[in-house]
């Protein structure tokens, strides 16, 4: 059986999952190589406009597998140190691949995420839990430091410094309902309803202009690293015009209005 499979539940809408669920989908290398193989083959796929990254079974990702890491490929001749590095990197390379993608990422958060699986999910765009699902910084708990895989990063920009600081540094548990309070996860549904409302919003947006939406997801992600408000809406403002100087989509937009109707964007 695969560790990880491709499916595609609606048109245009792929779905990645991580399927090793004995073992809560923990990050072996033996998931996380096909897993990234698998990214990268689905941001190729043109057919695929929007993508939903799940777990099998009760858990989203466990984080790091302490029982069976697996194997690292190329490390012949290596020597532990140079080894550690190259395991790092991988990981990393797993959370960048994620935010490479052109198409808008949906993390269906089914169970728990926690340490590596919770950076997992916060490279996602988009984060749906299921009412079963939690988040942990697990490292603080390992005696390691809590920040991992761009958690450190990524954190304080989705739910604000302080709440990063207090939840990385005492390593609790945030349920559900806590992360959809706090900004975590945009909304919270019965676990039975997950995927269907993964979906769903995939193939929503899946109907948009396709250069729309990925501009939309680029600005979105440069927006967090701008020097200021000027300098991200010089971006903003050439991303819009190349869209509506390139394309027919808005005259697309206004005809459809007028004769009530979903558009069709032919980008």
Known sequence: M????????????????LNRPERMNAMAFDVMVPFREALEEVGRDNGTRAVVVT??????????????P?????????????IALRSMELLDDVVRAMRRLHQPVIAAVNGPAIGGGFCLSLAADIRIAADTARFRAAGINNGLTASELGLGYLLPRAIGASRAFEIMLSGRDVDAAEAERIGLVSRTVPGGELLDAAAELAERIAG????????????LWSSLDAASLEAHMDHEGLAQLFVRLTT??????IQARKEDRPPVFGD
């Open 248 to 253: 027919r989509n808005f005259e697309e937009a």
């Open 208 to 219: 948009f202009s396709r250069p729309g939406v990925e501009l939309t997801k680029r600005m």
């Open 2 to 17: 695969p560790f990880v499979l491709i499916d595609q539940p609606r048109p245009h809408v792929t779905q990645i999952t």
């Open 55 to 68: 777990g099998a079974g009760r858990g989203f990702c466990s984080g790091a597998d302490l029982e069976s």
């Open 70 to 82: 697996g194997r690292i490929p190329g490390i012949e001749g290596l020597t532990v140190s140079t």
